[in-house]
């Protein structure tokens, strides 16, 4: 029992220190050789030490990556401010999607010399045409508003009347009644490519193509953007907030003209 409340204390003391050691935002060569040491002292597991550290790093780097999220754009500092703490710490960090999106966003809203960068679209058997490039590329929905109709039975009037002992006889008109209404349906759900000549839908039951010359004008939501064209019903194309952002910042840039 002793030595159970002993390895408590230890483990306490141990913890105590690692956050001593991080409470600069850094963890020196020194200071980490001293928390080994004193791990292998109190025959801790050492993996307390990186646990803790990376613990502390993410804690850190929380309230800048959500307002980069809130934003949907990375600025350098920002960047800079992640990378040396996870330097400082000896962490290891890599930006996932949608950070990557967002630095490039932050690009497109302030550097006046922005040039998206183009992709290999064969990976999702595009064929471009000639002189064509492909700039982003997502997962989206296809939608339209489409007419729906509800039925509510039928109303009308008839008159029956005896034609035989026990056999009546109804003459009348029975009319339906329905109610129409629109609603955004679903048509496909697809790979969404942003190219400099076309936008179009890669989908699992119909594929679309909206081509430069086609294309009036477009609307961003929080959940999707909107293509108008210059002939059939407009385009919703559901998505996240990140990726619309960037869709539509790659539509202003290759296809419209910042």
């Known amino acids: 029992m002793f030595g159970f409340f002993k390895k408590g204390k230890q483990k306490k003391e141990l913890i105590a220190l690692i956050q001593d050691a991080l409470s600069d935002d850094?963890?020196?060569?020194?200071?980490?050789?001293?928390?080994?040491?004193?791990?292998?002292?109190?025959?801790?597991?050492?993996?307390?030490?990186?646990?803790?550290?990376e613990k502390h790093f993410l804690e850190k780097i929380k309230p800048i990556k959500q307002q980069i999220l809130d934003e949907a754009a990375m600025s350098p500092e920002q960047e800079e401010s992640i990378v040396a703490l996870a330097k400082n710490l000896h962490v290891s960090h890599l930006f996932d999607s949608d950070f990557i999106l967002c630095r490039?966003?932050?690009?497109?809203?302030?550097?006046?010399?922005?040039?998206?960068?183009p992709f290999d679209a064969s990976h999702w058997d595009i064929i471009l045409?000639?002189?064509?490039?492909?700039?982003?590329?997502?997962?989206?929905?296809?939608?339209?508003?489409?007419?729906?109709?509800?039925s509510h039975g039928f109303a009308g009037g008839s008159l029956s009347f005896r034609v035989a002992k026990g056999v009546r006889l109804s003459v009348g008109r029975a009319v339906p009644i329905s109610q129409e209404y629109e609603e955004m349906t679903e048509i496909a759900g697809g790979i969404?490519?942003?190219?400099?000549?076309?936008?179009?839908?890669?989908?699992?039951?119909?594929?679309?193509?909206?081509?430069?010359?086609?294309?009036?004008?477009?609307?961003?939501f929080e959940d999707g953007i909107e293509i108008r064209k210059s002939t059939g019903q407009p385009d919703f194309f559901r998505m996240g907030k990140?990726?619309?952002?960037?869709?539509?910042?790659m539509i202003q840039s290759v296809l419209v003209g910042k």
Do not use: C
Request: aromatic share 10%; no cysteine.
């Open 26 to 53: 850094k963890l020196t060569e020194d200071e980490y050789g001293g928390l080994l040491e004193k791990a292998k002292e109190f025959n801790i597991d050492k993996s307390i030490i990186s646990d803790l550290r």
């Open 129 to 150: 045409q000639s002189g064509e490039m492909a700039y982003t590329y997502t997962h989206a929905v296809w939608e339209q508003l489409k007419k729906k109709k509800i």
């Open 192 to 220: 969404l490519v942003v190219t400099n000549k076309r936008i179009l839908l890669n989908g699992d039951r119909r594929n679309t193509n909206i081509t430069k010359g086609r294309l009036v004008s477009y609307e961003v």
């Open 104 to 117: 490039t966003l932050w690009k497109f809203q302030n550097d006046e010399n922005f040039e998206p960068t």
């Open 242 to 249: 990140i990726d619309t952002l960037f869709v539509a910042a």
